[in-house]
């Protein structure tokens, strides 16, 4: 079964062809970030009206690359939600108009069900059941796969994403947006141990998160120094958050392995590509023996070939959308 898919939920405008849910044909991303630069993050109108400047190309584009036509795609998935309701909109608006003119089916697919089958379009052998960390710039989440459709919350975030904490300290230090990767780039060449930042812990529910104590900490900091004349050793800031938000995801989600006893982790969404997440996560699995999956960095961020993915497994259940399918801005995952 041939897949075309389209992502539109925040600035990155996205086209895939999947075959199978497993293989990538295509994959065009073109994305709006350095244009929200100036901005500092993105400006949602904006991104609306680039996505219907850009979705045309890149569907060609995505078409060319795979050496097919409209003709021979079975299915269109698009993002219904979470993300920006225009965003979303723009995107649905052209998969419906695919939809009908050729006459193919047509499904709408959870955004952070996709960043979990980002990690089947290079694992061939990763099947449910398995424990997800799934991290974005909206989302922190210890989720059970039972199935590639059946998924639960275990633990989420009860403030700020974890991505969007990263995005905030990097701001705050000047760093540009989208914060991850600069963040990820200057704590390089940091001490990890030079600050101790603040982590949270919950009573009643060991795996949920909260970043907002964190990122007000770091914040602090970088005022009080500013104060005192010392310019911010951003390096050195930069190394000790990161480490912190990395040793908080890797513990809870091993604690949240050992309770269910699930010996498979995968890791899922944009913040899953931090080389300290990778690196604190992979220590602590190979020491109790878990396999551990991340996706290769260009599948971490936002893409359309992991709805694809995600849309193909709904597909092949017969789970399909009418053409009343509409935007979800705050679609939740699971079942809690
Ligand atoms: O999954 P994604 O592309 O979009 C959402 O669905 O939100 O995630 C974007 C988030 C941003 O907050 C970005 O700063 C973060 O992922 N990110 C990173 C890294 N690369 C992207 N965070 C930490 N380290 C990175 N290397
Ligand atoms: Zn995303």
């Known amino acids: 079964m041939i897949v075309l898919a389209i992502e539109t939920s925040c600035d990155e405008t996205a086209c ?11 994959n065009i991303v073109s994305s709006q970030a350095e244009l929200f630069e100036i901005y500092g993050g993105v400006v949602p109108e904006i991104a609306s009206r680039k996505h219907m400047e850009y979705m045309i190309p890149v569907i060609d584009g995505a078409l ?3 050496g097919i036509s409209l003709d021979g795609i079975d299915a269109v998935a698009v993002t219904k939600g979470p993300g920006l309701v225009g965003a979303l909109l723009a995107g649905i608006s052209v998969a419906k108009g695919i939809a009908i003119s050729k006459d193919i089916q047509l499904i709408g697919v959870n955004h952070l069900e996709g960043h979990i089958a980002a990690n089947y379009l290079v694992n061939p052998e990763l099947k449910p059941p398995f424990l997800c960390l799934l991290v974005s710039g909206g989302h922190s989440h210890i989720l059970i796969v039972n199935d590639y459709t059946d998924i639960q919350v275990m633990g989420r975030t009860r403030d700020d994403a974890s991505g969007e904490a990263f995005d905030k300290v990097a701001r705050a230090m000047g760093l540009g947006y989208p914060g991850g990767p600069k963040v990820d780039i200057a704590a390089k060449s940091g001490d990890h141990l030079k600050y101790r930042f603040p982590r949270t812990k919950f009573k009643d529910n060991p795996f949920d998160f909260s970043f907002s104590g964190l990122k ?29 938000v990395a040793r908080t995801l890797t513990d809870n989600t091993i604690q949240a392995a050992m309770e269910t006893g699930l010996k498979t982790i995968v890791a899922a969404g944009g913040v899953a590509a931090n080389s300290g997440l990778r690196e604190e996560m992979a220590k602590e699995c190979a020491k109790r023996g878990f396999r551990i999956f991340f996706p290769p960095l260009a599948l971490c961020t936002d893409n359309a070939a992991m709805i694809g993915s995600a849309a193909y497994f709904h597909l092949i259940k017969g789970e399909i959308d009418d053409f009343s399918l509409n935007a979800v801005p705050s679609l939740r995952i699971g079942n809690k």
């Open 216 to 244: 007000t900490s770091v914040l602090n900091t970088i005022n009080n120094l500013k104060q005192k004349g010392i310019e911010p050793d951003i390096e050195n800031i930069c190394a000790s958050f990161q480490y912190t």
């Open 16 to 26: 895939a062809v999947i075959k199978d849910g497993r293989r990538i044909l295509a």
């Open 64 to 66: 060319a690359e795979a």
